[in-house]
């Protein structure tokens, strides 16, 4: 990630909000459309609700819809929601048809029918039908705007089609023909590079692939990023129950998307979970939806801490357990966490399937046996040096040792484990994780502790 | 994630083994293709060093290189590595170009010279210069495969080019046709759409698309991603510092690349530093790799716990205290961790500027107010039924409270500052963020016990 093109210390949000105020339209998009679109997202995340509203009234309608498909969709839902339902209907009217999806996806449902309201009867109806699929399925990122071809057309009817159709399409590269019958069946498509090769005359039932590949509108992500791996499309086609076309799914959509999926578990591992947090959101929504975890983990806390309540005699005598306790407790949870990070990334390359918890349990065994003895080694050194008691550097050495291969066990297995049970394993395994680590650490330490309490003491 | 489409209890690797020690090319190969692309990497994923070879070296040189496309780069690599230098020189040789990089990438020096070694003199410079260039610019993204098109040609002339082009070309879809002069530099763009628009006698120049938009070889992958999202391309030349055409950097491979980025920083941010890491990769490797980012941790946690060991006496006479450490160690961490995600996602989307630590720290003040108030009562609840004295809930629940706004302050602000002083704040944020939040919520707990001791040993 390298610095930005545009200097740091440019205020970009200031030159916008005093093109807005002077309320000439042609300036200030021709100032927005000089941004690159990293730094028009950075602007946005510098203006409050009320200056960001400003601009939108002051573009055009079509401007104002180029820029949102610039911004990240939770910067461009919450844009949406702040305007009129009137205005905000016009601009998602002119978005592109799966971008139209991701923005009203981000809306209360309330503010989604106020601006369905506002569109055409039929557009408002395909669009509900189009919002009604989970984001993750074919129908959620497809395009509806394709080329479509009747069966009985020629080579010459099809290029003049699609020299119609450049002029309407928001997708710039035209990429395939799709070829219906005359019940909107898919019966074919035609690359655009076999267009160069046929006489104008020809039938278009002579040159299409028959029988192209399609998939199914409620198509999985993960199935969808399987069939792209394999073959080398742009698009696939996406047909319903009926198999009638409803749109195309693009190769990008899907990378975009699996991008998508990637960053979230990558937040949702950090205790960022019910959606993603931009800090221009309210204060309380943020508060709340962090707190919403971290009041699930104080309660795991203090259950594993009531371990080392239990052994509150044993402390007391030895109070020198409690200077090692938190370097057990955090050790074995970076151990863990290292496992789980490997145990998430083989299960989305699909080099693991969750009930192979046996065999990453053994593969674990081995990395646990070799860093549990080099770090229990470690912290037993460190204790020797703390207070000259070896067998203080013993407990906590031997303690340390033993809680590693606990760590790599727990966290190699918990990621299958939670997803087999239908969880989401990027949640859920961090705080099992260290909730398993820290009981069993403190157990440990404390019972070895208080076995060989006379040797403690001396 | 969903399941794999294949059942579980199948074992695809035990087939692909056995049709390997038949030596029937035709049947292994027929079976390799299929099984999706996952469950390629599933098996592969399954198979130990002599049999992955052995399966290798019953497949034609063209069918291998089809299977290391499926694999991860990673796996590609490790299986390139075992065969002879001949052999793996043949399949290099049949990837596609940007497919070379990668795999060769990530094998040792010496490996990439003996394979380089088996292939022709230029083929093998051109590879030398390719390898060369860092992954995450234009040119080692880049496909070197591409149709180029001399100025004097004519459209008729450039659709037989792109006849007994589409021949050789390993990508299936023709996108662009790029126009040289005769020093081989780029002065036009001919998007096949257009051809279609056109008579075949038609000069090349007068239909393509002058000035076209170029990147430089060594522009970073972070400038591609915004001219793609800024532009609806599916492909960009690649021009040199002379202005010559070296190669064209696709949509897809950006989108790739930058997923890549995101799922590196999130095993990064676990502790899995140095190298994505497969379980089938030696144990002694994965455990070296693992120990250089955990032996950094212990030392910076006996840090921290020295802060206990300072005040030993006070912990003595007032035991319960720790029970209570392990708990605001982790809370803080967690809390912590949650303003990390925010700005490593910021930071990433562009919303974010390392320069603004200040604007940071005040949104992130509040949230840590709010969070610290509720997390801190809930502390020192827990602490008045454990053992029924106020002042040592005033204790544990102030300092959760004041350490809570110190990990969102650290935790938002961390990456930002390593960043600044040109560190990776994916690796170097959750240690640097854990260490001062474990110091400091000892010294605030230990500290203001001290303070009231005579209250708390009542």
């Known amino acids: 990630m390298t610095e930005p093109a545009v200097e740091s210390d440019t205020r970009p949000w200031e030159e916008l909000l005093k093109l807005a105020r002077q309320g000439d339209e042609s300036e200030l998009s021709d100032y927005l459309a000089s941004l690159p679109p990293t730094d028009q997202a950075f602007a946005f995340a510098h203006l409050d609700d009320e200056d960001a509203e400003l601009i939108v009234n002051t573009l055009s309608v079509s401007h104002a819809a180029e820029l949102l498909s610039r911004l990240s969709e939770a910067q461009a839902a919450g844009l949406v929601g702040t305007l ?32 369905l309201d506002q569109l055409p009867e039929d557009e408002a109806t395909d669009l509900r039908e189009f919002i009604a699929y989970n984001d993750e399925v074919a129908g959620g990122l497809m395009n509806r705007e394709l080329i479509r071809i009747p069966l009985n057309e020629t080579i010459g009817g099809v290029i003049r089609i699609i020299e119609s159709a450049l002029e309407r399409l928001t997708e710039g590269d035209v990429r395939y023909g799709y070829v219906v019958d005359d019940s909107d069946r898919l019966v074919g498509v035609l690359p655009m590079q076999n267009l160069l090769f ?55 959509s899907v990378d975009y998307a699996a991008g998508q999926a990637a960053e979230s578990d990558y937040l949702k591992s950090q205790g960022i979970v019910g959606g993603e947090e931009l800090r221009t959101m309210p204060l309380w929504l943020r508060s709340r939806r962090r707190l919403s975890w971290l009041s699930v983990n104080i309660l795991l806390n203090v259950g594993a801490a009531s371990v080392v309540a239990f052994f509150q005699d044993t402390l007391q005598s030895v109070i020198a357990l409690a200077v090692f306790l938190p370097i057990i407790s955090d050790m074995s ?62 407990v906590v050495g031997t303690a340390l040792f033993a809680n590693t291969i606990v760590a790599v066990s727990i966290g190699g297995t918990v990621p299958l484990i939670v997803k087999r ?29 208080s076995q060989m309490i006379d040797k403690l003491t001396q």
């Open 198 to 252: 046929s006489k104008r005359s020809t039938a278009v039932g002579d040159v299409m692939i028959r029988e192209p590949m399609t998939v199914h509108d409620q198509t999985p992500l993960d199935d969808l990023i399987d069939v792209f791996d394999s073959y080398n499309f742009l698009g696939i086609p996406v047909v319903d129950a009926d198999q009638k076309l409803v749109g195309v799914v693009l190769r990008q």
């Open 84 to 115: 009129s339902p009137q205005l905000a209907a016009a601009i998602v009217h002119e978005l592109p048809s799966d971008e139209q999806a991701d923005v009203l996806g981000e809306l209360a449902d309330d503010q989604v029918g106020a601006i």
């Open 421 to 449: 049970f239908g969880f989401d394993p990027a949640i859920a395994s961090g705080p099992l994780l260290t909730t398993i680590t820290d009981m069993c650490g403190f157990f440990l330490v404390l019972g070895i502790a």
């Open 333 to 394: 949870g970076c151990s863990g966490n290292q496992a789980v990070a490997v145990s998430m990334r083989e299960l989305s390359l699909g080099l693991l399937r969750p009930t192979e918890v046996l065999r990453v349990w053994i593969q674990e065994l081995g990395v646990g046996l070799i860093n549990g003895a080099v770090l229990g080694l470690l912290v037993a050194i460190a204790a020797l040096l703390y207070n000259g008691n070896g067998y203080l550097g013993l």
